[in-house]
């Protein structure tokens, strides 16, 4: 039997936390979009016995959507986890010890030869697994070395919107992606303060309108300043932990 994939309604459109006097930095968070609970049976291994195969899964899946399940869980991610935060948590299996990974993919198969793309591919040492959804992602193949009959939860939230005149004083982890949407009633020039910006929307023609959401990615741990028709913001991100 198939298991169910529970899509959430959406909460909140941003999460805007304005810092007060003397307050630590806000961190924004996005609305919970996806709670899926996934398992299936065994791990399965490179043949060089190094990690879990998720080929193997994809495959699987791929041959008899009706034999997910065997050696990996493939399952859809809702398109509004992109640039937000994932979480595969509540991990539990027959061994007491194992782990699992997850690989995301644009697409299983290519129809010209069959080849997947793979938008991001996390194989830390925990239980489970923590990041941020990569761009293009449409599939996630949960799997593992070495967890018999695993369970888990893989909980995803969209990306954070903060309003232009709150974004001074938002700390974030590396590898978030940010919405910054202009609110302020006008025309917005916005940009990057670096000798190669990550973002530049400053020029005639080229400044945010009214309501525009634009999404900037912080890769990198840092100090991220910004100028813009509002002001001048700073960004803290840290390392993920």
Do not use: C
């Not at 398109?79 to 948590?89: D, H, L, V």
């Amino acid at each position: 039997m198939r298991r169910r994939l529970l899509v959430l309604p959406l909460l909140a459109v941003s999460a805007l936390v304005v810092p007060s006097a003397g307050a630590a930095p806000a961190t924004p968070t996005g609305a919970q979009v996806q709670d899926y609970a996934g398992a299936f049976k065994l791990p399965t291994r490179f043949t060089d016995g190094e990690g879990g195969w998720p080929g193997l899964g994809r495959k699987v899946y791929l041959a008899a959507e009706a034999a997910d399940g065997v050696v990996a869980d493939v399952f859809p991610v809702d398109p509004r986890a992109i640039g937000g935060s994932f979480e595969i948590t509540d991990v539990a299996d027959a061994t007491g010890a194992g782990q699992l990974d997850v690989f995301f993919y644009g697409h299983l198969a290519s129809a010209a030869d069959g080849t997947p793309e793979t938008t991001g591919e996390f194989t830390g040492p925990a239980k489970g697994e923590k990041g941020f959804v990569p761009a293009g992602t449409r599939y996630a193949v949960v799997f593992s070395p070495n967890a018999v009959n695993p369970t888990f939860r893989f909980v995803a939230q969209s990306r954070p919107v903060v309003d232009l005149t709150a974004l001074d004083g938002v700390r974030l982890v590396e590898g978030a992606t940010l919405g910054v949407r202009n609110d302020t009633g006008d025309y917005a020039a916005f940009k990057h303060v670096a000798p190669k910006p990550i973002v530049d929307r400053s020029a005639a023609g080229n400044a945010l309108l009214v309501g525009e959401v634009l999404d900037v990615a912080f890769p990198r741990a840092g100090t991220y300043v910004f100028e813009s028709s509002a002001g001048t913001a700073t960004v803290t991100v840290v390392r993920a932990s």
